[in-house]
């Protein structure tokens, strides 16, 4: 049985979590468990959606799979030395250490991604590459045991991965069946190489204010 | 300013409901709410997520666009005659009527799909045929001002196709780059058509349990 545990802080991007979540919790004989820093609701970056953490730093299992999801809240999660000590600890035993999006800044704040191969959040590329990763403009980068995702909807894609490896292929396909997913964007424009540039350069500037640099 | 009214009610599936609530509640000067039956959090398919609603049937605002996305707790809501209520009148004065997954079996349950081409999960066909609607294998299915998703993770290509809808292309555009949906799922299982026949059919097998017929 492999656990796999998700690691909750306010403000994070409800679909970067659930997306997996909804994934690898649907994995038949290991478990999907959510972590975070008190027992406390975890609200996520809209008002309404809550999570309540099943383990704490302090009494959660050993995990064989790491997932990091970002949001708005890493920010604030930045030199948390609670976090970074609980990701360091967790890293040298799990099998798989992954994020979503802006998740993997956490991981790099931890000292996890130094001289890896990593993505995060096309607009985190530079603040990325500050802690010490090698960013890379994909969808999924795997480097070694530390797998990371592109921004938000990146999560779902990492799921069925993650699903694979811990399940077999078969298993990960009957999933993205159950959950219908045959994606058909009604536009091409999920990526900064797809999207108008003018939009991609109005989005860029945003960002500077928000990751600094 | 649009309003759009995400309908909840115990057991729905995360994602049906994330998806989509993660695109449109990032609409600049319109207002994504959660309504539900009471004003308890409700509690997602899914053990420790849970989501405080800000209406309720008695006092919710009017809504231009009403959503319902599915889950097994679709089941437990059929006939329940409060939610035929209030789906019924937030119909009357809506301009458009959505779902997704199994929410349409709810807007059916309610009348609201009589004689109507509609989709839902590829595994719940049947049963919105019973209940009046003409059900289509496609992702998304315009007839008037309904609009029904098929399974789960269509409600991202829901939520974009609205966001078009209420506020145009371009930010539509803007938010599908934001999440980074530039989906890459590994794996080409995601319908019926695509995932292999052995796998549909063990499925079709257990949902006969599930949804009857």
Redesign the interface.
Known sequence: MSTIGFVLYPRF???DF??P??VL?RLPGHR?I?IAESSD?VPAE?????????FTFGNAPALDVLLVPGGPGQLAEMGNETLRAYLRTTAESAALITSV?TGALLLGDAGLLGGKRATT??LAYEALERLGATPVAE??VRDGNVITA?????G??LG??LA?EIAG??M???I????????????D????A???AQ??EV?RANARAFFGG
């Open positions: 991007t409800a679909l659930i997306g979540y909804e919790s999907a959510v609701p809209q008002g309404p959606v809550a999570v309540v953490p099943e999006c959040h096309w969808r999924i592109a921004g938000v909807s990146a779902i894609d069925l991965l694979a292929e078969e990960a396909k009957a993205q069946l159950g959950i219908e997913y045959d994606p058909q964007p009604p536009f424009a999920g990526s900064p797809k999207a108008p939009l991609v989005m």
